[in-house]
């Protein structure tokens, strides 16, 4: 019983990276060693992250149950990394947007998804006892998944020299929401007291909206060049 909800956490957690990798065309084009390569510097860019926390943002030893705005707020700023860790992965890619901002969102997703998620799903949902929080982080790895490619998305659209004046702002908004989206999910949860699946519904909402937007600009974007 313990192997079959672990193979179905697996399944639900992994399987969505494999569709997305056959069906978005990058197996066509043998793209595998260059998701390899935007997983690698993802890596470095976390290292880079936790060297730079672990220097400047020292454990908060405020009460228990005070949630320490300021350094929180610091701390995902921190996450600025992360777009120029794409842009430095899309950068290096030749081809269309589209391959450029799959192959960066695919190596980014699958190397947090390994990194973040392979062990406790390994060790938990082997346990004696059932626990839905693997359920839970098995769809949070799919909702990872849809942000990247929304994050790459934005990037590529800011990052163009072409891109219209009217695109900046909402481009530039959609930039502070996908470095900020953690941010906003621990305070609405600290301030609102949301349950785990509640938590996990608002995580899905607001990046289904990050990336309707993102699509809509990048549709309108492609089309109007």
Known sequence: M??????????????????AYKCSGLSEYNAFWRCVQAGATYLFVQLCKMLFLATFFPTWEGGVGVYDF????????????????????????AGKGEYKIMVAAMGWATAELIMSRCIPLWVGARGIEFDWKYIQMSFD????????????????MFTRYDLPKSFRLPVTILLGLC????????????????????????????????????LFLFVTLVHSN
């Open 2 to 19: 313990t192997l079959f909800h672990f193979g179905n956490c697996f399944s639900l957690a992994y399987f969505p990276y494999f569709i």
């Open 70 to 93: 300021v350094g929180e707020f610091m701390k995902a700023t921190v996450d600025m990394a992360d777009l120029l860790g794409l842009h430095l992965v899309m950068s290096r890619n």
């Open 141 to 156: 790895s799919n909702i990872s998944l849809v942000h990247y490619i929304a994050m790459a998305a934005v990037v590529w």
């Open 179 to 214: 470095v900020y989206k953690g941010f906003l999910m621990e305070l609405f949860v600290h301030v609102f007291l949301l349950g785990s699946w509640t938590a996990l519904l608002v995580k899905a909402v607001l990046t289904g909206a990050i990336s309707l937007c993102s």
